[in-house]
């Protein structure tokens, strides 16, 4: 590497920029202009010129790098490590309990013993971090030179994805979903959040805010389903998620913002990404438990010296060089996750009296112990019935269940395209249940004639339907009974049950990240004053991004890797889209329902054969209002005070 930078000396030398970069330039608190002294993009000027490739201040041809789990958090630091550090492969060693790699991005079975998913992924086109790395990742399928991202684009290019079905009620109708629903002070409120700074929302709950008629509109019905947002989850990140996708609010109603795999989360991001590292010398070591950091602290930082592990019952403490760097996944989203199959309930052993003992948690808790740097790991694992949902995976043969899905499905489901498009959420539902039928097969050795169908709910707390209990007290036949119900087919139940295997996973901290926290309770990527330790996944603090999402994730990883090797390189804050007038204008017409808003006929008369006109969205509902201004403005003002 010092043959490449005395190439550049010149030019490296004369930066004032070199080896000071803001990795994590923050957009929500940058003023965009031009001077001499900017060299680098704006904090959010995303696209190809972030693709460079850096030149790392130093060879680290002699440093070892210890990733602790093995999700797609970790697995993208090793990545970066790669890519933009120039560390070989072989340097870099995963330590994990687990004897499988992915973390939650999780998917297993077969077609005899039933197939199970803990979670799917919905996925934006947005994602700059996860498409930056996955047009690097040689496609599942598709040869040599096309790329994961390819593959992706190639599904979704062609098979454009949407729902005909989002919501059904009165056991199996499909109820009207073309409208949010939601009242003009309830828009307003809307408005106000995104206008308030973070730091007003400290500890907040959805429900400290909204009014009910809010948390009864179709808006928060989709919202709510689409997220796994629950009404005592943070504030702060509902508020991360308005800004974060209000390009794709008008899709929400219909799920044709959002692309999706062919396969499962693990076939299509985790085993192209394994082999890609695999390929590269990447070295995995399996049923290794990491307890704790052996970590120096004194005026000078703070630094990792060792690792303790326990390997076969044994501690073993893995010696942490001066060239050396650690990555560790703090808590888990997926840990401590209880099964049950048709006949057998989940037996839950957790409360919040045994809360947080899993390793992800308790690594956590280990560190925060030392320095309140760590954050604090209790507010997000303690309070298990806020933070726990259970799910089911359906493995289906061909039965009236099947035949009740092609009607809700916008293609034939044995097809291989789209079928539902996303969750079909059961507005009616005790337990707010939702069910979907991805694309087909779900896994790639899946028959022809199985489909693999993915249920959860909400308020799993409450009593069901037809069942009289609870999600959590009920065997596999009984959820199936109770779906059966709100389709309206319980007089099918007993073929429904005979050609369809369920295995429930019952996870307590699945919705733990959305707890609500104030400044300071998760930890930097870099903590302060760490020298050789980054933290990456979903418990972590960036500036603008949400928690909950595999882009989430990446991007933790990929600063990891700049600021701890001090790459001449950013991380892009979020897609600038929020910015967009035509997506602040867009979201505004949506969130309205496509009626008028305030003001909205003057500036159609201003844009009126100008460059700009396109910029409103037309919709044909827009032609039969002819309210004058004064009446729209008396109606807007209120609805506000109401």
């Not at 973390?103 to 197939?115: H, I």
């Not at 609010?249 to 959002?258: A, N, Q, R």
């Not at 690792?307 to 076969?312: A, L, P, S, V």
Request: net charge negative; glycine share 6%; proline share 4%.
């Amino acid at each position: 590497m010092s043959t490449i930078n005395s190439k550049f000396d010149k030019v490296l030398n004369a930066s004032e920029q070199f080896g000071k970069v803001n990795h994590e330039p923050d957009s929500s608190k940058e003023v965009q202009i031009n001077t001499p002294e900017k060299t680098m993009p704006f904090s959010d000027q995303i696209g190809n010129y972030q693709r460079n490739k850096g030149i790392p201040l130093q060879s680290y041809e002699n440093s070892k790098i210890y990733i602790v789990g093995s999700g797609i958090a970790g697995m993208s630091a090793a990545y970066y490590f790669i890519r933009d550090g120039r560390v070989p492969g072989k340097n870099i060693i995963f330590l994990d309990q687990l004897n499988i790699e992915g973390g939650s991005l999780d998917g297993a079975g077969n077609a005899k013993d039933g197939y199970i998913i803990r979670g799917g992924r919905e996925m934006d086109m947005t994602y700059e971090n996860l498409w930056d790395m996955f047009q690097d990742i040689p496609a599942l399928e598709l040869p040599a030179p096309y790329s994961v991202l390819d593959e992706y684009r190639l599904i979704n290019d062609n098979d454009p994805n949407y729902s005909k079905a989002r919501l059904i009620h009165n056991q199996g109708q499909i109820k009207d979903f073309s409208k949010f629903g939601l009242e003009k002070k309830d828009q307003l409120a809307i408005v106000k959040l995104l206008l308030k700074k973070k730091e007003e929302l400290d500890d907040l709950t959805i429900e400290d805010y909204f009014s009910e008629s809010f948390l009864n509109s179709n808006f928060w019905f989709f919202w709510r389903s689409m997220f796994a947002f629950e009404n005592w989850h943070s504030l702060l990140e509902l508020k991360l998620y308005m800004h974060r996708f209000l390009h794709a609010i008008d899709g929400m109603k219909d799920f044709s913002c959002l692309v999706f795999p062919k396969y499962n989360q693990y076939d299509t991001y985790v085993t192209p990404l394994k082999n890609f590292l695999v390929e590269k010398g990447v070295q995995i070591q399996f049923n290794t438990l990491v307890k704790d950091l052996d970590i120096h602290i004194n005026t000078e930082g703070k630094t990792v010296e060792g690792i303790i592990t326990e390997q076969n019952g044994e501690e073993v403490r893995i010696p942490v060089g001066k060239e050396d760097y650690v990555i560790v996944t703090t808590g888990s989203m997926t840990e401590s996750t209880f099964y049950g199959d048709n006949n057998t309930v989940p037996e839950v052993t957790i409360d919040n009296s045994n809360a947080g003992q899993s390793a992800g948690w308790k690594l956590w808790k280990n560190l925060a112990a030392k320095s309140e740097v760590f954050g604090k790991p209790e507010k997000f694992c303690s309070h298990i019935e806020k933070s726990s949902w259970e799910s089911a995976t359906l493995t289906c043969r061909p039965s009236a269940f099947t035949e009740k899905l092609k009607e809700l499905c916008v293609n034939d489901p044995y097809s291989g395209r789209t079928a539902t498009g996303g969750i079909i959420t059961i507005t009616d539902s005790n337990w707010v249940m939702s069910f979907t039928c991805n694309r087909q097969p779900h896994f790639p050795t899946q028959p022809d004639d199985i489909l693999v169908v993915w249920v959860y709910a909400l308020l799993m707390d409450k009593e069901g339907n037809y069942i009289k209990k609870t999600m959590p007290q009920c065997t596999g036949n009984e959820i199936l009974a109770e779906l059966c119900y709100h389709l309206g087919m319980t007089d099918q139940l007993d073929n429904v049950i005979e050609n369809t295997i369920v295995r429930t996973s019952f996870m307590p901290y699945i919705t733990s990240m959305f707890m609500p926290r104030a400044q300071g309770d998760r930890p930097r990527v870099v903590p302060e004053g760490c020298t050789n330790l980054g933290l990456v996944g979903q418990f972590v603090e960036t500036n603008n991004d949400v928690v909950f999402t595999m882009e989430s994730s990446v991007r933790t990883a990929r600063i990891a890797v700049y600021n701890l090797l001090n790459l001449n390189k950013q991380v892009p804050d979020i897609n600038p889209l929020q910015y967009d007038i035509r997506h602040l204008l867009k979201a505004t017409q949506a969130l309205n329902d496509y009626k008028p808003f305030l003001g909205e006929g003057i500036l159609r008369k201003i844009l009126k054969g100008t460059y700009f006109e396109h910029i409103l969205v037309n919709r044909p509902e827009e032609k039969e209002e002819h309210e004058s201004f004064l009446t729209r403005f008396q109606d807007w003002v209120k609805g506000v005070k109401d």
